[in-house]
């Protein structure tokens, strides 16, 4: 099948282009390379670089804005049959540092590839949204608000659909500015880890994330949340990250009042989607990489 990925070359972007890759799928990406206002260059450069290394060298890559008109132009002469749209801010930090510009992407920019998908006739459209949508207290503002909105913009569209929710997606070439990528960095560098006491999250490795997704673009006008299922305490991941690096030092106090599980009911019994790596092969395989990157 023909997949356009916009946001292909981003985190889970590439290593969904490499795994549809494998399948033999005709691939094709949307990236306009974007530093979301708050990243360092030089590490956004080296990561693009190990994420075009994952990927066939023959890849198509349109460094387009998703916002802007030319992107008509790829659906004309590319005429994809699925569209799975990644193109986003990665966090809520990256929001909240440029609201304005996130605004823009997430919304303008995701009624844009709606509107070229609606007027070239995509048989599916995969959306990307997060495992934040379920939390009642919304504890990452403006992000998942854009998401729900996004959501609904989908679902509006007339095209068959369906929503992936992901729980939080750790794995290689990741921005290290993330929660597991910010210790490791922490512990290499033998400082502290700053915990808060009960707060849990639902992981999910990135290969587990991106054989989900695959799945459910088989399934049409659903909605689907995908995660380890697992009440994982931060002060446990924090401690395995300290015993694994053999330095560094865990400091728990407080809490947010943070726990997050996801129901992945759904997902189970229709797409009988099972994740195959757990949060401690997971970090095994992220440190491995964290543990080279130049």
Not at 58 to 74: F, G, L, M, S
Not at 99 to 104: I, L, N, Q, S
Not at 133 to 149: F, M
Request: hydrophobic fraction near 35%.
């Amino acid at each position: 099948m023909k997949y356009l990925v916009t946001g292909g070359l981003g985190f889970i972007g590439h290593h969904l282009v490499k795994q549809l890759q494998s399948q033999k799928h005709d691939v094709q990406i949307i990236d306009a390379l974007t530093s979301y206002g708050m990243h360092q260059k030089e590490e956004l450069e080296d990561l693009y670089n190990q994420r075009l290394k994952q990927i066939n060298i023959n890849t198509q890559i349109y460094k387009e804005d998703v916002c802007t008109p030319e992107v008509d132009q790829v659906f004309e002469n590319f005429k994809p049959e699925v569209i799975i749209h990644l193109a986003d801010f990665p966090n809520a930090d990256a929001v909240a540092n440029n609201a304005v510009e996130a605004a823009r992407t997430m919304c303008h920019g995701l009624a844009n590839i709606l509107d070229c998908a609606k007027r070239h006739n995509t048989k599916k459209f995969v959306y990307i949204s997060t495992g934040v949508y379920e939390d009642n207290d919304n504890v990452d503002g403006t992000y998942s608000i854009w998401k729900i909105a996004g959501e609904e913009l989908v679902k509006q569209s007339g095209i068959p659909y369906v929503i992936v929710r992901p729980g939080e997606v750790f794995g290689p070439r990741n921005i290290t500015t993330d929660l597991i990528g910010t210790w490791f960095k922490r512990a290499m560098a033998k400082e502290v880890l700053y915990t808060k006491k009960k707060d849990t999250h639902d992981f999910i490795y990135v290969d587990d994330c991106v054989r989900g997704i695959i799945s459910a673009q088989s399934a049409e006008n659903k909605t689907y949340n995908i995660s380890l299922n697992k009440n994982v305490s931060v002060e446990d991941v924090a401690n395995k990250i300290v015993k694994m690096v053999k330095t560094g030092e865990v400091r728990t106090k407080g809490s947010n009042g943070v726990v997050r599980q996801l129901d992945t009911e759904t997902a189970i019994k229709e797409l009988k989607f099972k994740p195959a790596v757990n949060i401690d092969q997971g970090l095994k395989l992220y440190y491995k990489w964290i543990s080279t990157k130049k």
